[in-house]
């Protein structure tokens, strides 16, 4: 079956190809050249480990596998483990974008081809290879921070015929030597604008990169930078890996004093609404974190700052009971977390793409509808 022939169908009928250089571009790149023998997928076993798709074991499953528009390809987990390890459970640390938030990404970047771009997060080189279809490869500077990656990329790259600028360095630091930038592009969720990016930038220059919270992951921000300053909404979803040195690191030693009390919201309401709003409420709450535990009336969420100093435990059984929230540390998190999400409801329950990001010296500032309604910041 010719399983890239069906994804391309998918792709035009999704709109994918909406920039018209990214149809060719889709044809003359072989994703399969990018893409190892051995990779798992996103689905899991009972176990709850991803399995290993060997195309030696069985080519059409892998073929069908690399070429379905909305999966990607898990190519590194725990910063080194390879998928030679077989069945495994871990933290994702690499993959190659699934097709359809692939060439969504490119589509926002309004790339033309006299534009220079900065490409944050090589890996397998696939997504530089399309770069190198828009814009030439001696207008992409492509980074990757490890080393193996970076090593394998560049050669996935060399072997289809591609020579971009290929650094293995961190892509937070952009690379000033090929600077200044018309379009800068990273496969790496950030939860801050690194201030190199908004410097390496020409005037009137598009940065786009997933964008994640500690509270909830998930979009897709785009930014254009204007005399030193980047500004711009968040225009759809991206869930992505984390930047190494943006992931979280959940250390959370809160005092021993603990209180009690009632909640005055279901948690049920403020909790189990889905990722669009744990996206946004992570917003407003930049630094606090939350996970569930428990299941029936044993359920519990936990939300802890990331200094890891206060800490909130949420009982969902009989909610309205003094007693269902425990509290440790100087915060009451639940309280403020109920504070946003009464101020969001009573707003109108805005969608997350009325947010919008401006990043200048000073800091990131928070904005809902207009850059001049700011909500949030330093």
Known sequence: MNYRAISRKELEVMGAFRSPWLRPAFDRVDREAFVPDRFWGDGTDDAGRHLVLDKAED????????WNTHSSLITQMDDG????????????????????IAFEKLNQLEVDSDHKVLHIGTASGYDSALLCEGVGSGSLTTIEFDPVLASWGAKNLED?????TAICGDGLEGWV???PYDRVISTAAVRSIPRQWIEQSAEGAVILTPFNTLYGRGGLLKLRVQQGVAAGRFVGGACYMWVRSHRPKNQINPADEKRKNASPIDPEEVLGQGWEINFTMGLYLPDVSFAHRGEGESKQAQLWDEAGTSV????????????????????????????????????????YTHYGLTCDRSGQHLWLDEPSNVIGGP
């Open 59 to 66: 080519e059409d499953s892998w073929r069908r596998a690399v």
């Open 81 to 100: 483990i390879s998928p030679e390890h077989g069945p495994f459970k871990g933290d994702f640390s690499s993959s190659i974008s699934a097709l359809d």
């Open 160 to 164: 289809a015929g591609y020579s971009p």
């Open 177 to 179: 030597p090929t600077a």
């Open 312 to 351: 909130a435990i949420v009982n969902y059984d009989e909610w309205w009971r003094d007693g269902a929230v425990t509290l440790y540390g100087s915060r009451n998190l639940w309280a403020e977390l109920v504070r946003v999400y009464s101020a969001w409801r009573n707003a109108g329950q805005p969608h």
